[in-house]
């Protein structure tokens, strides 16, 4: 498939969700340290958390090349979605995905947090979300070439997205001492997206608009 001539001009929905990530970690790292600690998300079954940290995680980022990295994930997965879903069901599979993620990442570190196999989590970040977009991008475009900046050879969708969910998958069951990224959330957002987009196309309903 070919890309379109405006495919990198930014549609409106994704040109906000990269302002506000912006924002928040200029907000977060830089003007107000201590927001970090209280708008980053903790496992439910600490203290620490709070429900808003549910949605203010998700626009949140640890470090510049973190934020980086998922808002070009963000501009090169996201425009070519919005463009062919349209704001309101592009928005709706972004949340939808970035809940998922959530929901996997909390479980799975809550099972391991109540059998002393780690600590209770912290988590900030898109990742998840935009995972979910790539499964999408993947799906609809399979065979459409990427360059990484790493690889110096181009790589179809198809084959990235699959070996960026085997890389989260075997690191998150090694569960090695000092990762703290978040593998699952990865994952969850992978799969709910996958998930999503196979419902929509079986269906071929107009849900969750």
């Known amino acids: 498939m070919q890309f379109r001539s405006n495919q990198f001009a930014l549609p409106e ?22 927001w970090y600690y209280h708008l980053g998300l903790h496992l439910f079954a600490t ?11 998700i626009f949140m980022h640890h470090d ?11 501009w090169i997965f996201g425009t070519r979605l919005e463009q062919m879903w349209g704001s309101k069901r592009y928005l709706n599979f972004y949340a939808i995905c970035a809940f998922g993620a959530t929901l996997l990442a909390q479980s799975v570190n809550y ?16 990742s998840g979300a935009i995972y979910g977009l790539s499964a999408a991008f993947a799906m609809y475009w399979p065979n459409t070439e990427m360059q990484l900046l790493f690889i110096p050879v181009p790589i179809k969708a198809k084959y990235l997205v699959l070996g960026l969910v085997i890389i989260s998958l075997v690191f998150g069951m090694a569960n090695l001492p000092g990762d703290s990224i978040g593998h ?7 799969a709910v997206g996958f998930l999503l987009v196979k419902y929509w196309n079986k269906t ?5 608009y």
């Open 13 to 34: 929905i994704t040109k906000n969700l990269i302002a506000i990530n912006v924002i928040m970690y200029v907000a977060t790292r830089i003007l107000f340290p201590d």
């Open 47 to 57: 203290e620490g958390f709070k429900p808003w940290q549910i949605v203010t995680s």
């Open 64 to 74: 510049f090349r973190h934020l980086l990295f998922n808002m070009i994930g963000l």
């Open 111 to 126: 099972y391991t947090y109540i059998n002393g196999l780690s600590k209770p989590s912290f988590s900030v970040g898109a």
């Open 184 to 190: 699952y959330a990865h994952l969850g957002g992978a």
């Open 204 to 208: 071929n309903r107009n849900s969750f």
